[in-house]
Nanobody, 122 residues
């Protein structure tokens, strides 16, 4: 069992930046790939970024490539999502997930956090 807790969300103006954190506890963090997803009201959950167990491989959705960066610190059991050049359409609840391999498919992730709200004002 792995527990993941997101933090760092909030209100930011368009063009601004936020860094989300996801702290994991339970089983060995470095055994898991990690992913970030988001869900806006009325929309399906959307893949954003994923990182493999070592941090050596990362994957991004086209919608955030070049603006968002995923990273991890296995010594701190934490994965990060640096978000730059934020847009109002980035407003959503952001979720962190731990899974078997780094993928854009939500079905490979076994453990999910409760989410953190990000609101981008125009």
């Amino acid at each position: 069992q792995v527990q993941v807790v997101e933090s760092g969300g909030g209100l930011v103006q368009a063009g601004g930046s936020l860094r989300l954190s996801c702290a994991a506890s339970g089983r060995t963090f470095s055994n898991y790939a990690m992913g970030w997803f988001r869900q806006a009201p009325g929309n399906e959950r959307e893949f954003l970024a994923a990182i493999n167990w070592s941090g050596g491989s990362t994957y991004y959705a086209d919608s955030v490539k070049g603006r968002f960066t995923i990273s991890r610190d296995n010594a701190k059991n934490t994965v990060y999502l640096q978000m730059n050049s934020l847009k109002p359409e980035d407003t959503a609840v952001y979720y962190c997930a731990a899974g078997r391999w780094a993928s854009g498919a939500s079905r490979v992730y076994d453990y999910w956090g409760q989410g953190t709200q990000v609101t981008v004002s125009s």
